[in-house]
């Protein structure tokens, strides 16, 4: 039985909803349960397409002709002496590869970039341009990018993926106190109990 894990064994990690998915993962789910066709990563290229195609046990076929073929991997990179730390970009990265706080310098891990270019639109001040990079060492499965690049990008996006759906420490609060508030309401109910069996036997 296929799962979307295998599915998403194939598909490169960009994160990049160039699929018009959320992520890669959500792109496998959408192609186990034939909600998505199996042609629509344009990074993954060809080789993905093919290797889709023989674990789904289909033909393979070209690319979506609808989305705009993958040239070569980039990586984003901020010209800083431009950067007016609104933070925009770190938000937006599927992958926390950008670092900065509120109005300070921002700036890109570059062995975490996935390339997905998904910084480029919220930044005001367009500061962040895309840079190709040597690719000494192709990766086996995916021809595009440097090797085990995917399982690196797979693993940062599930640690954004764990952080983002922590609860703040504002729910956090909110929680606690409505613990208290159920337990508070939980011992007064005990209290009037106690009252009205002190007052039968009063009686």
């Not at 909803?17 to 993962?25: L, N, R, S, V």
């Not at 770190?90 to 910084?119: F, Q, W, Y």
Request: hydrophobic share 35%; charged share 25%; net charge positive.
């Amino acid at each position: 039985m296929i799962s979307s894990n295998d599915i998403d064994a194939w598909l490169p990690q960009t994160q990049c909803q160039k699929c018009e998915y959320a992520d890669c993962k959500s792109y496998a789910d959408a192609i186990l349960s034939n909600d998505a066709d199996y042609n629509r990563c344009p990074p993954g290229g060809q080789a993905t397409i093919d290797g889709l195609a023989m674990l789904l046990g289909k033909p393979s076929k070209s690319l979506d002709a609808r989305l705009a073929v993958f040239e070569d991997f980039k990586i984003a990179k901020i010209v800083e002496s431009e950067c007016i730390g609104c933070t925009k970009c770190i938000t937006a990265c599927p992958v926390d590869a950008i670092v900065g706080s509120g109005k300070r310098m921002h700036t890109i891990l570059i062995n975490d970039c996935t390339g997905c270019e998904l910084c480029l639109a919220p930044c005001p001040v367009d500061c962040i341009v895309m840079e190709s990079v040597d690719i000494p060492e192709p990766d086996t499965r995916f021809i595009n990018f440097p090797q085990h690049t995917s399982s690196v990008f797979r693993r940062a996006r599930q640690r954004r993926v764990s952080r983002t759906n922590r609860p703040t420490m504002s729910e956090r609060h909110n929680k606690k106190q409505s613990i208290h508030k159920k337990a508070d309401i939980q011992n007064e109910i005990l209290a009037a109990v106690e009252r009205s069996k002190k007052r039968l036997k009063t009686r």
